[in-house]
C-alpha cells in the first residue's frame, strides 16, 4: 500500500524532503507537493519576493550539499538568456563565488524539476499543486490521518504532513502608514526615487539587501581605474541618505574562505554524547558544555595559540572579548579591515578558523536547544547569539564594496540606538525614531521612510497559521524548564511575562514557536508526539531551533524526518527477520 506524503512548501526545505524521500529507495510513495506560488525550489529569498538582480548569495556552489547536480553541472544545460542575463556562462563559472539570488532560484527550480523526472522513473508519485493556498491542517487520529485543507474547503487525506513554509513576515503598519514598510521584501517596492533620508531598522544582511535596492534607484555605482568602486548621487535626490540604526552599532562580519565549506555538520559532539550528557545532567544539556566541547576544544590541534589565549575563558568573558575589538573601533572602518583580511583568506584559501567554528557552533546548537535550561538559554540569546549574528552573516563582498562606496560618499552611516530605542509611527506618514545616543543624550529623529530590516523574526506560538492545530492541542508552545526553583522565581519577580510556573510548582519560560521533538514531530503540552506531522517551517519553531541555516538546516532535518518517517518499517522488518530466524 502506498504511504501518502504532503509536503506544504514547495521552496528549498521542501525541495530537500521531496529530494530524501526520491532518493530513498522506497517506491509506493504518493507525494503531493503544495506551493502558494507558480513555481517550485526558489521560495521567498531566492525569488522576486525576496531578490531583485541585485541581490546575491552569501555561499557559493562548493558550499551547497549537491541536490540534483551541481550548479557548475547545471550551467551547462541552463537556458541561454538566463545566463547571458547574468553573464554566467561554463567557461567563467567559479564553484568559490557568490551567485545572484535570483540564478540561484532558477537553480533551485531545474533541481526540483530533475527530480521529479528522477521519481518518475523509480515509480513514486507525485503530483504538485502550484498556485494553491493551504488553509488548514486537521490531524485525525481516529482515521490514523490528517487532512490538508486547501482554500477553506477542499480537504485530502494524507498519512504524513511535513510542513515546509519558510519566510514569512506579517504586515502589521505596511499599506496602513505611508512611507512605513514592516520587512524590505518583496524588493521591488523599495524601488522609489527618495529625496530625503531613510531609516533602516538592523544591519543585517537583510539591512544590506534594502540598501542595495534604494541605492542603485537615487544613483549609480561605477568602478574607477584602480578599481575602486564610487557612488553618484543623482541630481534628483540630492537629499538622499541612509541611516542605519543598532542595537549593538556594528556591522556584520564579511565572507571569507570556509575550510569545511559545510560547517562541520558530521562532526563535534555525537547525538549519543550528546544523550550521556543530559543523562548525567538531570536531564539539561549545559550550555558551558557545548561551548567547551564544541568549540573551545576544537582549536587545540588546529590553533593551539589560539585555543592557549581562550582555553581559560568561559562564555562571558570570550564575547566579551570579540565584542570589545569590534567596539573600539569605527564601525566602516572595522568592515574595511575585515574586508581586507577575507580577501586575503579567499584569495590563499585559508580559513578565519575561529569564525568559522563559531558557524559551526551556531549550527550544532539546533539539536540541543531544546534541553538547555531556561537560565542557559537566555545566556544563549543575551550573551552568545548576538557575537554569533554579526560573526556569521558572511556578507558577500559585492555588498561590502556597496557600503563602502556609500559610506565614502557621505550618504551612508549607522548609529547605535540600544536595546530601549522606539519607533513611534505617525498617521501622517513615517516615524520619529526614539533613542538614547552614545553621550547618554536622548534623541529624536523624524524619518519620511522607515523600513524595519532586523531580519526574520522567530514567530510566537500566537502566530502559528493552522488554527485547528491550536484548538486542538495537537501542538502546543515551545518552554524550557528553569534548573533553578530561584532564578525562576526572580524572573517572574522582574515580571517576565515569558516565565510561568505549572501545577507541580515548576518554573518554565516560553520561547518562540511550537514544540518539536528530535524528529521534528509537534508534539503536544504532555510532550506526546505526533507521528504524522512534521514541521520543517523554521519562522514556527525558532525557540526549539534558533540556527536559520538555510540550506544547511533543510538538509540536515530532512534526513532526520526521512529516518523517522520509515522507523516503523524498519522496525516490522526487523520482526518479520526475528520470526523467520526462529
Known sequence: MNKKIAILGGGPSGLFMYKRLVESGRKHLDI?????????????????????????????????????????????????????????????????????????????????????????????CTTVHLETNVTGILDRPENQCVQVEVDGDQRNDFDHVVVCIGHNWPKKLEGKIPGYYDSPYPPLKLKKRLNHAVAIKGSSLTAIDAIRTIARENGTFAEDAEGKLTFCLDEASADFRIVMH?????????????????????????????????????????????????????????????Y??????????????????????????????????????????????????????????????????????LRLQKVLMPLISIVIAFVPQSSCRDLMALHDAGLLSLVSVGDDSEVESLDSGGV?????????????HHYETFIDCVGQPALAFEDFPFRDLIDKGVVSPARLRFRSQQEGKAQVDKKNELVSIDHNGQYFMTVPGISINDCFQVTDRTGKANERIYMMAVPYIGGYNPDYSGIDFSEAASQTILDSLFTDEVEDLKVQVCNTDQ
Open 32 to 124: 503531493h507537493i503544495f506551493e502558494r506560488k507558480a513555481y517550485l525550489g526558489a521560495g521567498m529569498p531566492y525569488s522576486h519576493e525576496g531578490a531583485n538582480d541585485e541581490h546575491i548569495t552569501n555561499v557559493s556552489d562548493n558550499e551547497i550539499p549537491r541536490i540534483f547536480n551541481s550548479i557548475a553541472e547545471w550551467v551547462e544545460t541552463a537556458p541561454v538568456e538566463l545566463l547571458e542575463r547574468f553573464n554566467i556562462n561554463a567557461e567563467n563559472f567559479n564553484e568559490y563565488k557568490v551567485l545572484p539570488r535570483l540564478f540561484f532560484g532558477a537553480y533551485l527550480s531545474a533541481q526540483f524539476d530533475l527530480l521529479c523526472d528522477k521519481a518518475g522513473g523509480t515509480g513514486i
Open 432 to 444: 520619529e525614531y526614539h533613542y538614547t545616543d552614545e553621550h547618554h543624550d536622548e534623541v529624536t
Open 246 to 306: 543598532s542595537r549593538n552599532g556594528m556591522l556584520p562580519a564579511v565572507r571569507f574562505h570556509l575550510e569545511d565549506s559545510h560547517l562541520g555538520k558530521d562532526g563535534l559532539l555525537s547525538k549519543a554524547e550528546l544523550e550521556m550528557h543530559i543523562a548525567g545532567n538531570d536531564g539539561f544539556i549545559s550550555l558551558d558544555f557545548l561551548f567547551e566541547k564544541n568549540f573551545k576544544e576544537t582549536f587545540i590541534e588546529r590553533k593551539p595559540e589560539f
Open 308 to 377: 592557549e589565549q581562550i582555553k581559560g575563558m568561559n562564555i562571558e568573558t570570550f564575547v566579551d572579548a570579540m565584542m570589545q575589538k569590534r567596539e573600539r573601533m569605527d564601525p566602516f572602518e572595522l568592515l574595511k579591515k575585515e574586508y581586507a583580511e577575507a580577501e586575503k583568506s579567499i584569495e590563499n584559501r585559508e580559513s578565519i578558523h575561529w569564525k568559522e567554528m563559531l558557524a559551526v557552533l551556531s549550527f550544532a546548537m539546533n539539536y540541543p536547544a531544546k534541553y538547555l535550561s531556561a537560565e542557559d538559554m
